[in-house]
């Protein structure tokens, strides 16, 4: 879909131990702005669970200024690209 | 590598033959984020390697051409991640019409250099077509390698597949990660969290994992460094003491030199020999003393050896030999203004020559009727040349985004570096390849903190930086300063190459060294503007800004730089004593010109029970007018250890000036 790019939604530390919970509370979020669980899991990439919480999913412009307001949303990143050295 | 590893001091020619307290890493996992492996490269063999250490949780991901057989001992693990690239050229990659492998196997080679260069087991006889031949290591020999696939040949590297790459590394268990990628100035504040690295970083480091990144290669313009966060490692490139110069034999029997790593099979006598001015399409067009695209003559350059000038640091040697080869040309003789890094030319031969050579040639062909050369074969040479030199390509600080924070923090060797590559052609060969970058110098040092990490196992990231940063050298093998290659030559500074030249054996016991906490790095967001409810998001523990002032320049790092002084301003630092339990540390001051310095105490005395110490430096400017910076140095000595931490201080007396 051209009008969506990829945002990373970047939710600073992890708050759950469980990788299980940490995934589900990103899927519920994005359920809420996206309006339902089958377009969370349409638009989601990656879930950052591990090292940290977040999530990398397609977004609108819109839905990604949304988002950012979001309690517990700490940044929203534009996806880029890095060049190796 | 080959070379490399003795050049800087580690002299170990085989793992039966130990002559290091370092272990050659083993027990270590260095992950590697970057274009992939090539598995089957004999620089990935098992063999003498010890079990896979149990904090490893990685695994070994299918895909294209690599299934899980691919791993080993030594490569303990592979994943790859793709989603974010594919979404930012909008289609998917195809395997074919890319030349890529869906999978962690490396299309570009250039994985499988990093990642041999850091961890790549002995490897008899490596060498580039008959260059640089010798036993071919990584720096840590032992240590194991988890490679995370998050760079596509052609495409680059895309911020939400290097952060899964950084999650699933945190989650697997490496030790070191090295990271030979990054972004072009004007750079993202990782204040705000627009940097994939910082982020990620941020995060490995807290939970104790070294993170080591390259400085970027658009040196030598100053402030063009990248990869500047705190809690990062970032590595600038050198020269090492090896060269590969090349006889230019000229019609009047005159030998010049120049350097080339081509070693094609014929050498086929004089030739005809012509300046790309005279076989240009328009002589009146400047660009064709460049050689620039399209600019040269067909007929007039056809069966001739070329020699072309560039002015600029940024021409690429592979691409200006296409413009001659597709004029007709059958050698490209370059001069260009810096000695570091050679391309490998694989439609004609090419000889790299500095401006004084160049010139040389020039007046020849300029007086002779008809101009010939021949070009003779690259020999390897070691030893002759004073090095180590900071490349020019090497970016340069200060940080742009973050100037109180000195960046580089060290440099290793990164030019002409030989290390395993993907094999041409495609065929499971063993193949190796000599590159230059400063790519090539972060897997040296991610490999030097696999060495410090694998005895002093419980090392913070910051400690080991710390360790890097205070035993780096200053000198070069004719016991002078170390020099920099640029748009002119001069000393370097630690805008060039941080604490300087990276010494492992020194690095092992540095004595003392400068740690620093989560804490401490969200006191110092607090300092660039975080705010307490973003604070509170990074980490687990409840932590507020403190309201005290110069929380940027406390930040406890093994280095002091003050952007802006105006009249007087006090640091403060704490050492741990990492070395004899009871020692005595006497102060060793270098006050920057221009600058009074204090330190106190001037002595540091340790023991059983007192092993962190802190101490203030007070500097004050006595310039008159505004200033550069100006470099100096504090090293604390208990006549064993030398921990030497530079100094770059800047005089600001107004906030601007007028001309009136």
């Given at each position: 879909d051209a009008s969506t790019n990829v945002y990373i939604v970047y939710m600073g530390e992890n708050k759950y131990e469980?990788?299980?919970?940490?995934?589900?509370?990103?899927?519920?979020?994005?359920?809420?702005?996206?309006?339902?669980?089958?377009?969370?899991?349409?638009?989601?990439?990656?879930?950052?669970?591990?090292?940290?919480?977040?999530?990398?999913?397609?977004?609108?412009e819109t839905e990604a200024k949304n988002i950012a307001e979001f309690p517990g949303v700490l940044q929203v990143i534009q996806n880029g690209i890095f060049k190796l050295h | 590598t080959t070379r490399s590893w003795e050049f800087i001091g580690l002299n170990f020619h085989s793992s039966g033959k130990l002559s290091t307290e370092s272990n050659m890493g083993e027990g270590t996992i260095i992950g590697v984020i970057d274009s992939g492996v090539w598995p089957e490269s004999e620089s990935f063999s098992d063999k003498g390697m010890g079990p896979i250490p149990s904090h490893w949780k990685g695994k070994c991901q299918k895909g294209q051409n690599f299934n899980s057989s691919n791993c080993n001992k030594k490569l303990i693990g592979a994943r790859w991640f793709i989603k974010g690239v594919m979404h930012m050229i909008n289609r998917s990659i195809d395997t074919t019409k890319d030349d890529e492998f869906l999978s962690p196997r490396d299309a570009a080679g250039h994985g499988t250099h990093t990642a041999s260069t850091a961890a790549g087991n002995f490897v008899d006889k490596a060498s580039y077509k008959g260059l640089a031949a010798g036993v071919a290591r990584g720096g840590a020999p032992l240590a194991h390698l988890a490679i995370y696939k998050a760079c596509w040949d052609g495409f680059g590297c895309a911020d939400a597949d290097i952060l899964k790459a950084f999650d699933k590394a945190i989650h697997d268990g490496v030790d070191i990660l090295s990271l030979s990628l990054g972004s072009n100035i004007p750079l993202f504040s990782y204040i705000d969290q627009r940097d994939s690295i910082a982020v990620g970083s941020f995060h490995a480091a807290s939970r104790g994992i070294t993170v080591v990144c390259s400085a970027g290669n658009d040196g030598p313009t100053s402030q063009t460094i990248a990869n500047t966060a705190p809690w990062i490692i970032t590595v600038g490139a050198t020269t090492i003491d090896r060269a590969f110069p090349t006889a230019i034999t000229l019609g009047n029997h005159q030998?010049?030199?120049?350097?080339?790593?081509?070693?094609?099979?014929?050498?086929?006598?004089?030739?005809?020999?012509?300046?790309?001015?005279?076989?240009?399409?328009?002589?009146?067009?400047?660009?064709s003393k460049y050689c620039n695209p399209g600019t040269l003559n067909a007929t007039l350059a056809s069966g001739k050896i070329i020699?072309?000038?560039?002015?600029?640091?940024?021409?690429?040697?592979?691409?200006?030999?296409?413009?001659?080869?597709?004029?007709?040309?059958?050698?490209?003789?370059?001069?260009?203004?810096?000695?570091?890094?050679?391309?490998?030319?694989?439609?004609?031969?090419?000889?790299?020559?500095?401006?004084?050579?160049?010139?040389?040639?020039?007046?020849?062909?300029?007086?002779?009727?008809?101009?010939?050369?021949?070009?003779?074969?690259?020999?390897?040479?070691?030893?002759?040349?004073?090095?180590?030199?900071?490349?020019?390509?090497?970016?340069?600080?200060?940080?742009?985004?973050?100037?109180?924070?000195?960046?580089?923090?060290?440099?290793?060797?990164?030019?002409?570096?030989?290390?395993?590559?993907?094999?041409?052609?495609?065929?499971?060969?063993?193949?190796?390849?000599?590159?230059?970058?400063?790519?090539?110098?972060?897997?040296?040092?991610?490999?030097?903190?696999?060495?410090?990490?694998?005895?002093?196992?419980?090392?913070?990231?910051?400690?080991?930086?710390?360790?890097?940063?205070?035993?780096?050298?200053?000198?070069?093998?004719?016991?002078?300063?170390?020099?920099?290659?640029?748009?002119?030559?001069?000393?370097?500074?630690?805008?060039?190459?941080?604490?300087?030249?990276?010494?492992?054996?020194?690095?092992?016991?540095?004595?003392?060294?400068?740690?620093?906490?989560?804490?401490?790095?969200?006191?110092?967001?607090?300092?660039?503007?975080?705010?307490?409810?973003?604070?509170?998001?990074?980490?687990?523990?409840?932590?507020?800004?403190?309201?005290?002032?110069?929380?940027?320049?406390?930040?406890?790092?093994?280095?002091?730089?003050?952007?802006?002084?105006?009249?007087?301003?006090?640091?403060?630092?704490?050492?741990?004593?990492?070395?004899?339990?009871?020692?005595?540390?006497?102060?060793?001051?270098?006050?920057?010109?221009?600058?009074?310095?204090?330190?106190?105490?001037?002595?540091?005395?340790?023991?059983?029970?007192?092993?962190?110490?802190?101490?203030?430096?007070?500097?004050?400017?006595?310039?008159?007018?505004?200033?550069?910076?100006?470099?100096?140095?504090?090293?604390?000595?208990?006549?064993?250890?030398?921990?030497?931490?530079?100094?770059?201080?800047?005089?600001?007396?107004?906030?601007?000036?007028?001309?009136?």
């Open positions: 469980d990788p299980v919970t940490i995934t589900k509370s990103h899927h519920k979020l994005l359920s809420t702005l996206l309006g339902s669980k089958e377009a969370a899991m349409r638009s989601i990439l990656y879930s950052y669970k591990h090292g940290f919480s977040g999530f990398a999913a397609r977004l609108t | 030998t010049v030199w120049g350097q080339s790593m081509d070693t094609g099979k014929e050498n086929w006598g004089f030739t005809g020999l012509t300046y790309s001015e005279r076989v240009a399409v328009d002589s009146k067009d400047d660009s020699l072309c000038f560039s002015k600029s640091d940024k021409v690429d040697m592979v691409n200006t030999s296409l413009t001659v080869a597709e004029a007709g040309g059958v050698g490209l003789i370059l001069a260009q203004f810096h000695n570091d890094g050679l391309p490998s030319c694989d439609l004609i031969p090419c000889v790299k020559v500095d401006y004084e050579v160049g010139t040389e040639i020039l007046s020849y062909i300029r007086t002779a009727r008809s101009p010939l050369a021949k070009l003779n074969f690259p020999k390897t040479v070691i030893g002759k040349w004073v090095s180590p030199q900071v490349a020019s390509f090497s970016s340069r600080g200060p940080s742009s985004i973050s100037p109180a924070i000195l960046k580089p923090d060290v440099a290793a060797p990164g030019v002409d570096i030989l290390a395993a590559f993907t094999p041409f052609g495609r065929k499971h060969l063993n193949s190796y390849a000599l590159l230059s970058g400063t790519s090539m110098a972060c897997p040296h040092v991610a490999a030097i903190a696999a060495l410090i990490k694998s005895v002093h196992k419980d090392w913070s990231p910051a400690a080991i930086r710390s360790a890097l940063v205070t035993t780096a050298s200053q000198t070069g093998t004719d016991g002078m300063n170390i020099f920099e290659e640029g748009f002119t030559r001069k000393a370097a500074d630690p805008f060039d190459m941080g604490g300087g030249h990276v010494n492992p054996n020194r690095a092992m016991q540095p004595g003392l060294v400068y740690d620093i906490s989560t804490e401490d790095y969200i006191q110092f967001l607090c300092s660039m503007g975080h705010t307490n409810a973003s604070i509170s998001a990074l980490t687990k523990t409840k932590i507020s800004c403190s309201k005290s002032s110069h929380l940027e320049l406390n930040l406890n790092l093994p280095s002091i730089t003050i952007p802006n002084l105006r009249q007087s301003v006090t640091v403060t630092r704490k050492v741990t004593n990492v070395g004899h339990i009871n020692s005595v540390y006497r102060a060793v001051e270098e006050a920057p010109y221009g600058i009074k310095m204090r330190v106190e105490p001037q002595v540091l005395s340790f023991n059983m029970t007192r092993k962190v110490i802190s101490f203030k430096a007070t500097f004050s400017t006595t310039e008159k007018l505004l200033a550069d910076y100006r470099f100096g140095s504090l090293t604390w000595t208990d006549g064993e250890h030398f921990v030497r931490s530079p100094i770059a201080i800047r005089t600001v007396k107004h906030e601007w000036y007028s001309y009136e």
